[in-house]
């Protein structure tokens, strides 16, 4: 079974309510219509005029809004180019301190290799003070030292005369001052070194 729609869908009814609504309007003699048209024009007189009132209003409201929008744009701007100065600023007064403490640092390092040096030139001389002191104390310690010698058995000096180099002397060992051994061509022991 097909399906029927009913009247009132159909196009020809359309097209039939329409031709009626324009006849009963714009008939001839129809002085209602006439009054009630010059009525819907003063309406719509009115009601255009309310319209142009309330675009006006809406322009103004459009401008308001856009100002505010420019104004609030532009204290953004300033509040980021303030923060961005105030970055900068801290920026470079970080900069600043790291600089000082480089500098400090480095008048620390030169002061202390200063100092160093100071201390190592001292020492060199208290040292150099002390080798003066000492040679002659071992040139006279030299000269007055007995050392012990074994003529038939080696050609070394012993300061302990129980020195393990003895041992192949048999005894047969000599005693002299250390001048002396030096001038007959002695050396020290190895064992003594």
Same mark, same amino acid.
């Given at each position: ?22 006849? +009963? #309007?714009?008939?001839?003699?129809? #002085?209602?219509?006439? @009054? +009630? ?6 309406? @719509?007189?009115?009601?255009?005029? @309310? ?12 401008? &308001? ?7 609030? &744009? &532009? ?13 900068? *600023? &801290?920026?470079?007064?970080? *900069?600043?301190?790291?600089? =000082? ?42 000269? /007055? ?7 038939? /058995?080696?050609?070394? $000096? ?5 020195? =393990? ?8 060992? +000599? ?10 061509? $002695? ?7």
């Amino acid at each position: 079974m097909q399906y029927k729609r009913p009247f009132y869908k159909k196009w020809w009814f359309w097209l039939v309510i329409a031709v009626i609504t324009v006849f +009963t #309007n714009f008939g001839p003699g129809n #002085n209602e219509t006439q @009054s +009630t048209h010059h009525s819907t024009e003063a309406r @719509s007189a009115k009601v255009e005029k @309310s319209r142009k009132q309330k675009a006006a209003a809406e322009k103004r409201k459009e401008e &308001k809004a856009r100002k505010l929008a420019a104004e609030r &744009k &532009k204290a953004q701007a300033k509040k980021l180019a303030a923060k961005k100065e105030k970055l900068r *600023k &801290k920026q470079l007064a970080q *900069k600043r301190r790291e600089k =000082r403490a480089r500098q400090l640092a480095q008048k620390r390092r030169r002061a202390q290799k200063r100092q160093l040096a100071l201390q190592q030139k001292q020492k060199k001389q208290l040292l150099a003070q002390k080798r003066a002191q000492a040679k002659p104390a071992a040139a006279n310690d030299r000269n /007055s030292r007995t050392v012990y010698v074994a003529p038939t /058995s080696g050609r070394r $000096y012993h300061f302990d005369p129980n020195c =393990r180099g003895l041992r192949p002397a048999n005894g047969n060992i +000599t005693q002299m001052p250390l001048k002396e051994a030096i001038n007959e061509g $002695y050396t020290l022991c190895k064992w003594e070194d």
